[in-house]
């Protein structure tokens, strides 16, 4: 799974806020929804979030092994 908890220590780190993210950049709270509860959000997003706080993509996101992830196809 994706966690996303590198993105809430990196934006506490910052000097902007989700009220300035919202606001300022247009970034929904549907988004800030999907980040708090590690859902998908797009490569789009990562890279405007990566801008916006100066930082690059580990500071935005990790990888967790999980035996909760969707099941794999393979042919």
Same mark, same amino acid.
């Given at each position: 799974?994706?966690? =996303? +908890?590198?993105?809430?220590? %990196?934006?506490? #780190?910052?000097?902007?806020?989700? =009220? @300035?993210? @919202?606001? /300022? =950049?247009? $970034?929904?709270?549907? %988004?800030? &929804? /999907? $980040?708090? &509860?590690? #859902?998908?959000?797009?490569?789009? @997003? !990562?890279? *405007? $979030?990566? /801008?916006?706080?100066?930082?690059?993509?580990?500071?935005?996101? /990790? =990888? !967790?092994?999980?035996? &909760? *992830?969707?099941?794999?196809?393979? +042919?």
């Amino acid at each position: 799974m994706i966690d =996303y +908890t590198p993105f809430w220590n %990196t934006l506490k #780190k910052s000097s902007e806020n989700s =009220y @300035t993210l @919202t606001i /300022r =950049y247009g $970034l929904s709270s549907s %988004t800030l &929804h /999907r $980040l708090k &509860h590690n #859902k998908c959000i797009s490569m789009k @997003t !990562v890279n *405007d $979030l990566c /801008r916006i706080l100066n930082c690059e993509i580990q500071d935005i996101a /990790r =990888y !967790v092994p999980s035996d &909760h *992830d969707q099941p794999l196809k393979q +042919t």
